[in-house]
């Protein structure tokens, strides 16, 4: 069974992230195949929710386009047994808490860890709350994924002191989208990290070119990218696992340079 810190054992790791079930679940199978081919050192699977505040406008509408499409939580499920037949990299869910806690939060990292996937990001459960859902992932063995943001400063030794998995490093303040440039210091939060435990910290957030991948990756371990690839899938629905495939290796390349 991989472990998520496998993903950063060949250099800097690419991370990209998808909405599961936009435009359809077929679709995404084939996206995340693809994308494991192509290069990806580790995949976040979106289950998609009703209203997801830690994502901007790109990443509500997929959200939206797969709750209209009929996409439950279940559906997810069975889909990652299918996926996992043939794709052996770390992957981890990011979901809401009221996606796992409808679905019942034992039931729901039981499941997410029978079906091999190895970790879990919550982004509307701040580290001070925590505990809502770790003694569970313990249970399960599930990794449950820290962020950290630009403000968490005197906050980042204790996350990190706790984190498990690898640590996503927030670039930038506000929600998910792409920016123009990333002005924050993230060489400083990583090296706050790593004073205090030696685990991969992966930045996300605003990443959307191979020159932006490459300079994140100079300063952590990985580049997290979601909005930029919801957007060619947004743009190509069914048709697009192709222009994924080529904006995946690109992206790839980005991070490759800077090892």
């Not at 400063?153 to 929600?175: K, M, P, T």
Request: a negative charge; hydrophobic letters at 40%; glycine letters at 8%.
């Amino acid at each position: 069974m991989t472990k998520i810190a496998d993903a950063f054992t060949n250099g800097k790791a690419f991370i990209p992230f998808l909405t599961c079930g936009d435009p359809d679940i077929e679709t995404t199978e084939k996206l995340i195949i693809a994308m494991a081919e192509a290069g990806a050192d580790l995949i976040e699977l979106g289950i998609p929710f009703s209203d997801p505040t830690a994502e901007g406008p790109v990443i509500q509408d997929a959200n939206l386009r797969s709750l209209s499409g009929g996409t439950t939580t279940d559906k997810v499920f069975d889909m990652v047994r299918r996926v996992r037949k043939s794709v052996s990299i770390p992957m981890v869910f990011m979901t809401y808490a009221n996606v796992i806690y409808s679905y019942g939060a034992d039931r729901f990292l039981k499941t997410t860890a029978e079906i091999g996937m190895n970790g879990i990001i919550v982004p509307d459960v701040p580290f001070e709350e925590k505990q809502e859902f770790e003694p569970i992932c313990q249970k399960y063995g599930v990794d449950q994924i820290s962020m950290i943001a630009p403000t968490s400063h005197d906050r980042i030794r204790a996350i990190a002191e706790q984190a498990n998995g690898f640590l996503y490093c927030v670039s930038s303040l506000g929600v998910t989208g792409t920016r123009t440039s990333i002005t924050t210091d993230i060489g400083s939060m990583v090296r706050l990290v790593k004073e205090v435990k030696n685990i991969p910290c992966a930045v996300g957030f605003g990443i959307s070119t191979p020159e932006q991948a490459e300079s994140m990756c100079r300063q952590a371990d990985g580049a997290i990218v979601g909005s930029a690839i919801v957007k060619i899938i947004a743009q190509y629905g069914r048709e697009s696992v192709e222009p994924v495939v080529q904006y995946v290796k690109s992206m790839k390349e980005g991070c490759r340079k800077a090892n």
